[in-house]
Every structure is written in structure tokens, then in C-alpha cells.
């Protein structure tokens, strides 16, 4: 059985953005969708509840009745969408939600007597959109306040959550990090450009442009462009890490990503030592007697 489905809530009004496409606002070239897409790729379904937009992969798209009913509404066109045993819940604007945190919290939800299990901000604040609940009861407690109101449609997430035991999970100060307004759009902007992070972010959105899916050591590809680049000439830095990856991709096709892993950085030691021996010939090319 599918180990986990996703839901992604990606409609609203988007006041606070003067009712601007917010899910498809970007943060370090990608949509805000794609950025919580990509937290769950694994997932077994992905349904997304909002208006039809380019996404990198493919979803499920349906919308909740009413339009504009609410994130209950929402939440109940998407579960009526998904068979897994455990359904990841999220807002379509976290720009900063990482995996680890999503496997934290389909580990706490079907961990002992727990229904779900949801973040909470720095503040101590719950996040009914940053979850992941148990299937069985998160139907039957939509069910029930269904019956109970007549609709979902304008119904508050906290009448859900009040009735499932769930657990907390503390992922630290970005994991709930939204963007409700252009100021929270602007600081996400400006966190992902700050040194120390802008690199690994770089990295992924290009992975995630390119739709590839390789860990591979930065480390190794920075210091063969270094080495190239000093030992050879400027130029050579680009040219060598393409020429490097063109080899790996060879030497791995039809193999695992970890063989791919495993094929660059055997690559890179290579274009790494031939830039050293180039080297170490130019800084001896003026000695008499040099063989």
C-alpha cells in the first residue's frame, strides 16, 4: 500500500498580495509550489486543490465546493482524491520546508496512538498546514463536522485538529515559514542569496530545473574548477565541470543515481589530477634538464 499521499492547498484569495497568484510566485527562481512539491516527490499522490498552473511534475488537480470554501472545503476535495494510509498536508507557500521535516512528521503520525502529527512555529503556535495525519481518522472527522455544520465551506482548520490526537513537532524557525505578504516574499528572497545558503539553493533549483535527481559532493566539483582554473586558465573551469559531467553521465547511464554519484566523483579526481600535472609542467617548463 502507498506509503504516504500529499495534499497541497494552493488556493485563497491572496488579499494580503492584493490577490496576486501566490503559489506561483517564485523564490529563487521557482514557484512557491514547486518549492513544496519538491518536499514531496515521493509522495504516492499528489493533489494539489486550486486553480490549473504550470507545475515541474505532475499533481492531481482538483477544487473544493464551494470555490473559495475554505481550507476545511479544501482539504476535503483532497482527500477525496488519495488512498494512502497517511496524507501529508501543506499550504502551497513554504518556501523554506525541508524533507526532514516532512519525514518527521509522517513518522509522528503513524507513530503509537497518534492520528497526525503538525508543526509548531517558534511562537508555539500550531500549523495544521504543515502535517501529515492518519487517513482513517482524518475522513472521519471531516465526516463528522460535515453532519454536524452542514458544510465545511468557512469552517476554521482548529475545529479539525481539536478532535484528532495529534503530536507536535518543533522543525525550527523556517519550517512554517509562509508568505502572506510582499515583505515575507521579500525576505524569503533575500534569505536564500545569503551567504552559506545561497549555493546549496542554487544547486538545488538547478537540479530541480533540470529535473535530476543526484547528490553528488559540491565539495570535489568546486575544488576541480579551482584547479582547473588556476592550473590551466580561467576558462577551463566551466568547460572541464561540463566535460566532467558529459564523461559521468556515460559512464553511468541506465545505472543507479548513487552509480551516477559515484561516476562524477570519479570523473572530477581525474580532471582534478590531469589540471595538476598540467600544472606542475607549466611552473617547470622554464628548468633546465625538466623532463
Known amino acids: 500500500m502507498t506509503a504516504y499521499d500529499a495534499i497541497v492547498l494552493a488556493g485563497g484569495a491572496a488579499r494580503r498580495l492584493g490577490g496576486a497568484d501566490k503559489p506561483g510566485l517564485r523564490v529563487g527562481g521557482r514557484s512557491l509550489l514547486d518549492r513544496v512539491l519538491a518536499v514531496c516527490a515521493d509522495a504516492g499522490t499528489t493533489v494539489v486543490v486550486g486553480g ?12 473544493e465546493a464551494p470555490a473559495g470554501g475554505g481550507p476545511l472545503a479544501a482539504l476535503d476535495a483532497g482527500v477525496r482524491q488519495t488512498a494512502g494510509d497517511r496524507i501529508l498536508v501543506l499550504s502551497a507557500d513554504l518556501p523554506f520546508l525541508a524533507e526532514e521535516t516532512v519525514r518527521s512528521l509522517l513518522t509522528e503520525a503513524g507513530t503509537g496512538a497518534w492520528e497526525g502529527a503538525m508543526c509548531t512555529d517558534p511562537g508555539g503556535r500550531d500549523q495544521p498546514l504543515v502535517a501529515a495525519y492518519r487517513a482513517e481518522p482524518l475522513r472521519r472527522e471531516l465526516a463528522l463536522l460535515a453532519t454536524e ?3 465545511l465551506a468557512g469552517l476554521p482548520l482548529r475545529l479539525l485538529t481539536a478532535e484528532l490526537a495529534m503530536a507536535r513537532v518543533e522543525a525550527g524557525p523556517l519550517a512554517s515559514f509562509d508568505c502572506d505578504t510582499w515583505e515575507d516574499l521579500a525576505t524569503a528572497r533575500a534569505r536564500i542569496r545569503e ?9 538545488t533549483a538547478v537540479k530541480n530545473e533540470l529535473g535530476i535527481e543526484l547528490e553528488v559532493d559540491t565539495d570535489v566539483l568546486l575544488d576541480l574548477a579551482r584547479d582547473a582554473a588556476h592550473g590551466v586558465a580561467r576558462p577551463a573551469a566551466p568547460l ?4 566532467v559531467g558529459y564523461a559521468a553521465a556515460a559512464a553511468s547511464r541506465g545505472q543507479s543515481p548513487e552509480a551516477a554519484a559515484e561516476a562524477v566523483a570519479e570523473a572530477a579526481r581525474k580532471a582534478a589530477a590531469l589540471a595538476l600535472r598540467w600544472e606542475e609542467e607549466t611552473e617547470a617548463g622554464g628548468e633546465t634538464g625538466t623532463p
Not at 490549473?52 to 477544487?63: E, K, L, N, S
Not at 572541464?240 to 566535460?243: G, K
Request: glycine share 8%.
Open 52 to 63: 490549473r498552473r504550470p507545475t515541474r511534475r505532475p499533481v492531481v488537480w482538483t477544487r
Open 149 to 151: 455544520h452542514g458544510s
Open 195 to 203: 551567504h552559506g545558503t545561497v549555493l546549496d539553493e542554487w544547486i
Open 240 to 243: 572541464t565541470t561540463f566535460l
